[in-house]
T-cell receptor, first 116, second 113 residues
Framework: GAGVSQSPSNKVTEKGKDVELRCDPI?????LYWYRQSLGQGLEFLIY????????KSGLPSDRFSAERTGGSVSTLTIQRTQQEDSAVYLC??????????????FGPGTRLLVL | AQKVTQAQTEISVVEKEDVTLDCVYE???????LFWYKQPPSGELVFLIR??????QNEISGRYSWNFQKSTSSFNFTITASQVVDSAVYFC??????????FGAGTRLTVKP
């Protein structure tokens, strides 16, 4: 399809394990965003990539979280030593130019992470 | 500090009623952007509108309309003649600077037939 895709759609893991979440943005989109939607917490911005530039990681909740974007396209969000409070839906979005606030972000379906 | 407040956690209306979803924001910047997103039961966020801080003109798109008032720091969203398909969680969001976007807690709208 032509939209943002994310995998896996669901992930159940044990506390302390590492997980990788993948996002495939819309082809040609230079900007990619990660958000987290926790129960009762609403939507939380995590990180933003513009092309191949180094991202601003200040939104990441802890140093257990990291994200990469290879070749300016696919992105991976990694959570190390997962904790139960990491359980959430992780949403990825992309936009064509990355001119912040001035264009539409298209969201993927999300990855639902459950840490037991 | 809470940047975006959606005081209505849940709203329930009967089909064809009009409904207004409130959004109050907090910022010290003169340049900022406001957004509304819809999240239907399927989970995917759907962009509805973007407004920059220099454009206070109200906007109407079909049954949807938005009232942006800087004097009260509000960006309210009205659905006219609501339909069952409007049932969703609606998020208001504020972006002040690059790499930062703050969402409200969302308002769950249920439209009953």
């Amino acid at each position: 399809g032509a939209g943002v895709s994310q995998s896996p759609s669901n992930k159940v893991t044990e506390k302390g394990k590492d997980v990788e979440l993948r996002c495939d943005p819309i082809s040609g989109h230079t900007a990619l965003y990660w958000y987290r939607q926790s129960l009762g917490q609403g939507l939380e911005f995590l990180i933003y990539f513009q092309g191949n530039s180094a991202p601003d990681k200040s939104g990441l909740p802890s140093d257990r979280f990291s994200a990469e974007r290879t070749g300016g396209s696919v992105s991976t969000l990694t959570i190390q030593r997962t904790q139960q409070e990491d359980s959430a839906v992780y949403l990825c979005a992309s936009s064509s130019l990355g001119v912040w606030g001035e264009e539409t972000q298209y969201f993927g379906p999300g990855t639902r992470l459950l840490v037991l | 500090a809470q940047k975006v407040t959606q005081a209505q956690t849940e709203i329930s209306v009967v089909e064809k009623e009009d409904v207004t979803l409130d959004c109050v924001y907090e910022t010290r910047d003169t340049t900022y952007y406001l957004f509304w997103y819809k999240q239907p039961p399927s989970g995917e966020l759907v962009f509805l509108i973007r407004r920059n801080s220099f454009d206070e003109q109200n906007e109407i798109s079909g049954r949807y309309s938005w009232n942006f008032q800087k004097s009260t720091s509000s960006f309210n969203f009205t659905i006219t003649a609501s339909q069952v398909v409007d049932s969703a969680v609606y998020f208001c969001a504020l972006s002040e600077v690059i790499n930062d976007m703050r969402f409200g807690a969302g308002t769950r709208l249920t439209v009953k037939p």
